[in-house]
Nanobody, 116 residues
């Protein structure tokens, strides 16, 4: 299973980025997908998740600013990030799980840096 994340970069506060994760090696439509992030010196945290049925959930700090979506035809999950803040700076990772259990598949992250 490969979950390569892309779309990160350097952006000013208030700007937007769109992350993508084109999954391979799994039956994408059967998996719940998520975006996690880890900032320097902090624990990894769940940012947003989308179930195979389309239900979504978000950590409170990104509600109203980030949107997670999936395109099962393209085996891709997206994270649209608007109104970015310096505290959103982190490495963002794509993850997958089969059913309500821990996320077992992880991709290499993509760096998001938000300057003030």
């Amino acid at each position: 299973v490969q979950l390569p994340a892309s779309g990160g970069g350097l952006v000013q506060a208030g700007g937007s980025l769109r992350l993508s994760c084109a999954a391979s090696g799994l039956t994408f439509g059967s998996y719940d997908m998520a975006w996690y992030r880890q900032a320097p010196g902090k624990q990894r945290e769940l940012v947003a998740a989308i179930a195979r049925g389309g239900n979504t959930n978000y950590t409170d700090s990104v509600k109203g600013r980030f949107t997670i979506s999936r395109d099962n035809a393209k085996n891709t999950v997206y994270l649209q990030m608007n109104s970015l803040k310096p505290e959103d700076t982190a490495v963002y990772y794509c993850a997958a799980r089969l059913g309500p259990r821990t996320y077992v598949y992880w991709g290499h992250g993509t760096q998001v840096t938000v300057s003030s």
